[in-house]
């Protein structure tokens, strides 16, 4: 008798990741050592993180053709968070990735059935981290200019959605909504603002409002563990992803059901200078309702 190699979620993780990286001509291979990744040997990290080396493995690993490590994801359970000990493996692994300058993607089960503008964020993830390879090699041809950065959002078009432009900035649509609603005088501003913060555990949190009227917000709050992955920006991410929250609120106080807004001066007096006192500042943007 022999032991399952994937559980079930590993293996709708291990479909996903193979189906994504095929289009990059990348290959995805499960439960490697994180010994076989690392050169530990001389490589000045501590008796600790060495000897957690030569017993943990990634959950996945994404190679190029000539099996040359790319990066790694880690499939995080619903219970993974409630233990401590899981907890100290974990830091024990990223602090490995970061030491060694190593891309790995730490995902739940809302990366997999989560949508948006036709992306799960697994997706999302993997994508951006080839545009930024494919980038960085264009700009060390001398095709793009040298103080130019990646923003994954600028991407007109994708290979696999050419049709669709700016197929990575989440948010496009729903902004473009919320523009033409303050046109039509239905929403005070014309744009949504954010305030994105890390809490002590080092997660993003992300607070999006716009002013519906003189004395009503709509408001939705979410957040998003950080990543040592290149190619997103989180605080961007977690912004555009808000904005989804943020648009059934408004549909909602729309159709008449304001239950879900907020009062204008408890959310300025109240809500909103305790989240800046809870969470230290990552990114914020902010529109005022024009005066009437």
């Not at 729903?174 to 913060?197: C, D, E, N, W």
Request: hydrophobic residues 40%; proline residues 3%; negative net charge.
């Amino acid at each position: 008798m022999v032991k399952r190699l994937l559980n079930r979620s590993e293996e709708v993780t291990f479909e996903a990741l193979s189906r994504v990286c095929q289009a990059h001509g990348a290959r995805v291979s499960a439960k490697v050592r994180v010994a076989d990744i690392f050169p530990l040997e001389g490589s000045g990290i501590s008796a600790d993180h060495f000897s957690y080396a030569l017993k943990s493995h990634f959950d996945f690993v994404i190679t190029n053709n000539d099996h040359q490590p790319l990066f790694s994801v880690e499939f995080d359970g619903p219970l993974h968070d409630l233990s401590q000990k899981q907890k100290d493996r974990d830091r024990l692994k990223s602090d490995l990735c970061s030491h060694f300058e190593y891309s790995l993607l730490r995902i739940n089960s809302r990366y997999l059935s989560g949508e948006y503008r036709g992306l799960d964020l697994l997706t999302y993830f993997i994508e951006a981290w080839f545009l930024a390879e494919a980038f960085d090699e264009a700009q060390q041809a001398g095709m793009i200019p040298d103080d130019e950065p990646f923003d994954v959002t600028m991407v007109v078009s994708a290979r696999s959605d050419g049709d669709r432009l700016w197929p990575y900035w989440l948010s496009r649509d729903i902004q473009g909504l919320i523009f033409k609603l303050h046109g039509r005088g239905l929403i005070a501003t014309p744009g949504a603002s954010a305030y994105v913060g890390l809490d002590d555990q080092g997660n993003y949190r992300c607070l999006s409002w716009v002013e519906f009227d003189d004395q009503s917000v709509a408001v939705a709050q979410t957040g998003m563990r950080s990543q040592l992955f290149r190619g997103v920006v989180e605080a961007d991410l977690i912004r555009m992803l808000a904005m989804f929250e943020l648009q059934q609120v408004i549909e909602q106080g729309l159709q008449g059901n304001r239950e879900l807004l907020v009062d204008r001066d408890q959310f300025f007096v109240e809500t909103l200078p305790l989240y800046r006192r809870s969470y230290e500042l990552r990114a914020a943007t902010s529109w005022t309702a024009p005066k009437r």
